[in-house]
């Protein structure tokens, strides 16, 4: 085996293992009682991006002029990772871990893509149609799961607020994603810029934390959950995708990424005992095709006439938990 499949390999596992990793969030979440989804949001992303910023402290420092000359970017790139993971997990909280989820995760890549339309002026393509197709009557066909399957009014309610609040966790993903990569593209190493977005979004969260995290150290097993949810799903899953993409191309590692919500889906049917009807799946099974859609390799003579709207693959790729 030569040494440019052993490190494809490598990357392989890495991304793989990043997304197991992601996918574990919503499920270890519900292990956490009494703790409010704004609180398990902003100790996962609050002392996780703070963790993040410290092991790219050098970097950030090296090229603190350049960061500081983005400072409208890095304030909107910042706010949208603050205000991700209480969305998030509120989503996730109110429709269930396997629909928050899987909203969240299949609307980031469509957003990113109108976000390119309004800001760069990138054309919406067939392909895009299609995958926004997918996804949109996936997220019907929960919603119709849901609003029949539930036990009242009040739940259909809660559920569709889950998937309202999912739309807008992708949405914001989807933006500080751009905002990154518009970092990068002035020159700031993707180290500095991934460390500062989520210092100072991490920063903004700790009044959140001070008045939401209270009942993480209620016990032994609150404090549990919080310290993994900072440590394993952002820090370790985020070095070990970061990892794997310097030796996986980007478009390859957004598509191995789609294991991130079928474990979520999986966990939380065996472990949270959550239930989904025949509907209910098909819905997930038509959005994670419509990221199969947008994140499967192209021909090369189409990838090279849509060369500029790779970064959207990238975008996509990079960490969301």
């Known amino acids: 085996m030569t040494s440019r499949n052993s490190a494809s390999l490598v990357g392989f ?89 899987v909203i969240s995760i299949g609307s980031a890549p469509l957003a990113a893509s109108l976000i390119e339309r309004i800001f760069d002026g990138q054309k919406l393509t067939t392909r895009w149609l299609l995958g926004a197709a997918a996804g949109l009557g996936g997220a019907v066909l929960l919603t119709f799961s849901e609003s029949h399957g539930s036990a009242g009014a009040a739940d259909a309610t809660a559920v569709l607020y889950g998937i309202l609040l999912g739309l807008v966790s992708g949405l914001l993903y989807a933006l500080y994603s751009w905002v990154a990569r518009r970092l990068m593209q002035a020159g700031i190493p993707p180290r500095a810029a991934m460390g500062s977005i989520f210092g100072v979004g991490g920063t903004l969260l700790l009044p959140v934390l001070a008045f939401t995290g209270a009942p993480l150290l209620a016990s032994s097993t609150n404090v549990a959950v919080g310290i993994y949810m900072a440590l394993v799903p952002v820090l370790v899953a985020y070095v070990l995708f970061a990892y794997g993409l310097a030796r996986v191309s980007a478009t390859m590692a957004t598509t191995l990424s789609l294991l991130e919500p079928v474990i979520a889906a999986v966990l939380a049917v065996v472990i949270v005992g959550e239930r989904l009807p025949a509907e209910g799946w098909a819905g997930i099974g038509l959005i994670v095709g419509s990221l199969f859609i947008l994140t499967l390799p192209m021909p090369a003579r189409r990838r090279r006439a849509e060369r500029p709207r790779s970064a959207a693959a990238i975008d996509a790729a990079l960490p969301s938990r």
Do not use: D, E, N
Not at 45 to 52: A, I, R
């Open 13 to 101: 596992a890495c991304v793989l293992t990043a997304s197991a990793l992601w996918g574990t969030t919503g499920t270890t979440a519900t292990f956490a009682s009494g703790v409010s989804p704004l609180g398990i949001g902003a100790v996962a992303m609050g002392l996780g991006g703070l963790l993040l910023a410290l092991t790219a402290l050098h970097s950030i420092v090296k090229s603190r002029a350049k960061i500081a000359a983005q400072w409208p970017m890095l304030i909107l790139g910042s706010l949208s990772v603050a205000i991700y993971p209480l969305a998030f997990y509120s989503s996730m909280h109110l429709a269930g871990v396997a629909i928050g989820t």
